[in-house]
């Protein structure tokens, strides 16, 4: 087994200069010649798997080979262990590194190239290739190894056959390349034949570097950057300096003065801090926390923080923050993730709507029945009827002051009851987070009307 090289590729070409009478010297006649466009011709040796390319020149006559192809039967390894016919795609990644796909207009292969060699794997469908999937060749056997022998000067752009070369995901589902056209609103290139994003996130740079002279040209060149992130309490513009590394004293006594922040400073990192991280806890959407810390900031400005706790106020926050936008998380889920105590985050609740004249938002219990479900292993008929039940229930009934959850635990028990699933009330009370006494008179209420509701 040959070993194919880089540059000249096989030992025997290593201290010459192949041109097409040494070819013909060394193996006789091709078995075949194909001319290529005008652009190169293909001496063809089919019964030892190999193919030459050189450019007729009329200035020159023997003219230099400029491609050295490998193909069935000829049997080599590059020096990196790359064997024809029996590696694959992926063992060429492996060794070289990833790289992107080739084709060309007509061609029935699909290659990368790395290092001045180039592997070649078989389309799965000559007609229909695209649009191109990687999972489909990447176990592909190589078939075809190439060396480009000499530098051309449109190497870049034409293989040997004189063919335009593209990347394989620059071609649409039609198999012609992509008609890419810009889309200003959202910075965005993409394909006008199948809506593929080709490049997202275009940075402009028509205002780089100029500049302005007055008003009118200043707001010509006025341009914005990514917005404002209210959990980040410095705005990411704190600069951070390695203290470990050698500096002057006067540096070092700059860096450490600039360490130290103000009492509001501190204050603003701890509370997105705990925003953040009782976020985390209790899964909230991202507007959610945005809308908690922004209520605190509120809070902060008017003066609600003194003799208060900070995780207190944060937790207050954060409950206010999810009955305005209805994200049921009940007032003991955010004790349980919170350091401080119930009595805590209510009388902070309670200033909160009464410093900052809001209204008590209250959270549909309807939202808190698909929890309590899966926490009680009841099937689904019993949450249908729980549900029209409480929308029954709010039809009659006010909400005001009333705990969702012990509404919830009155629906389910009613509705487990119809469906003949035997379940406690002690069971329900003690999942659900209240005491028998709440779940009876709800219960009391909802009995009026249970009779209407199927």
């Known amino acids: 087994m040959k070993t194919i090289f880089p540059?000249?590729?096989?030992?025997?070409?290593?201290?010459?200069?192949?041109?097409?009478?040494?070819?013909?010297?060394?193996?006789?006649?091709?078995?075949?010649?194909?001319?290529?466009?005008?652009?190169?011709?293909?001496?063809?040796?089919?019964?030892?798997?190999?193919?030459?390319?050189?450019?007729?020149?009329?200035?020159?006559?023997?003219?230099?080979?400029?491609?050295?192809?490998?193909?069935?039967?000829?049997?080599?390894?590059?020096?990196?262990?790359?064997?024809?016919?029996?590696?694959?795609?992926?063992?060429?990644?492996?060794?070289?590194?990833?790289e992107n796909w080739l084709t060309a207009d007509g061609s029935q292969y699909f290659w990368v190239e790395h290092s001045g060699i180039s592997f070649y794997v078989l389309r799965n469908n000559i007609e229909h290739p695209f649009p191109f999937e990687e999972?489909?060749?990447?176990?592909?056997?190589?078939?075809?190894?190439t060396v480009p022998i000499t530098t051309r000067p449109d190497d870049i752009i034409l293989n040997e056959a004189g063919t335009l070369v593209n990347n394989a995901e620059d071609y649409c589902v039609d198999g012609t390349l992509h008609e890419i056209i810009f889309d200003q609103e959202r910075s965005e290139r993409l394909c006008s034949k199948c809506g593929l994003i080709v490049q997202e996130r275009i940075?402009?740079?028509?205002?780089?570097?100029?500049?302005?002279?007055?008003?009118?040209e200043q707001d010509k060149r006025q341009t914005h950057g990514s917005p404002v992130n209210p959990l980040i309490p410095d705005l990411q513009m704190a600069t951070m300096i390695d203290k470990k590394?050698?500096?002057?004293?006067?540096?070092?006594?700059?860096?450490?003065?600039?360490?130290?922040?103000?009492?509001?400073?501190?204050?603003?990192?701890?509370?997105?801090?705990?925003?953040?991280?009782?976020?985390?806890?209790?899964?909230?959407?991202?507007?959610?926390k945005v809308y908690a810390i922004q209520l605190y900031r509120?809070?902060?400005q008017l003066g609600l923080l003194k003799g208060r706790s900070i995780r207190a106020m944060v937790?207050?926050?954060?409950?206010?923050?999810?009955g305005a936008e209805q994200v049921p998380?009940?007032?003991?889920?955010?004790?349980?993730?919170?350091?401080?105590?119930?009595?805590?985050?209510?009388?902070c609740y309670q200033s909160l709507i009464k410093e900052l004249n809001l209204q008590s938002p209250t959270i549909k219990p309807g939202l808190l029945v698909s929890?309590?479900?899966?926490?009680?292993?009841?099937?689904?008929?019993?949450?249908?009827?729980?549900?029209?039940?409480?929308?029954?229930?709010?039809?009659v009934y006010s909400l005001s002051g009333k705990d969702p959850k012990g509404l919830v635990a009155a629906a389910l028990y009613v509705a487990a009851q119809h469906n003949k699933i035997k379940v406690s009330q002690t069971k329900i009370s003690r999942t659900v987070g209240i005491t028998e006494v709440t779940l009876r008179n709800r219960l009391r209420e909802m009995q009026k009307f249970i009779r209407k509701v199927k």
């Open 7 to 98: 540059a000249y590729g096989l030992g025997e070409f290593r201290e010459r200069k192949l041109t097409k009478n040494i070819v013909i010297q060394r193996y006789g006649e091709p078995d075949e010649l194909i001319l290529h466009k005008n652009y190169s011709t293909q001496m063809k040796y089919t019964s030892l798997g190999k193919c030459f390319y050189y450019q007729e020149n009329a200035e020159v006559d023997d003219p230099p080979i400029i491609t050295l192809g490998f193909v069935h039967p000829f049997q080599g390894k590059t020096e990196d262990g790359i064997i024809l016919n029996r590696s694959t795609m992926d063992d060429v990644f492996k060794i070289y590194g990833r």
């Open 135 to 145: 999972q489909n060749y990447i176990k592909s056997t190589i078939i075809r190894i």
């Open 203 to 216: 940075i402009s740079m028509a205002y780089s570097g100029s500049r302005a002279f007055s008003k009118s």
């Open 245 to 288: 590394a050698p500096m002057p004293e006067v540096l070092r006594k700059a860096v450490k003065w600039d360490s130290r922040y103000s009492w509001k400073q501190r204050n603003m990192i701890q509370a997105t801090s705990e925003i953040k991280r009782i976020g985390e806890l209790l899964n909230l959407p991202n507007h959610v």
């Open 298 to 300: 509120k809070a902060f």
């Open 315 to 322: 937790a207050a926050s954060i409950y206010y923050a999810c």
């Open 329 to 347: 998380r009940t007032l003991q889920n955010i004790v349980n993730c919170s350091d401080s105590t119930f009595h805590q985050i209510t009388k």
């Open 371 to 395: 929890k309590y479900i899966a926490e009680l292993e009841l099937n689904h008929q019993v949450e249908v009827l729980a549900q029209k039940i409480l929308i029954k229930y709010e039809k």
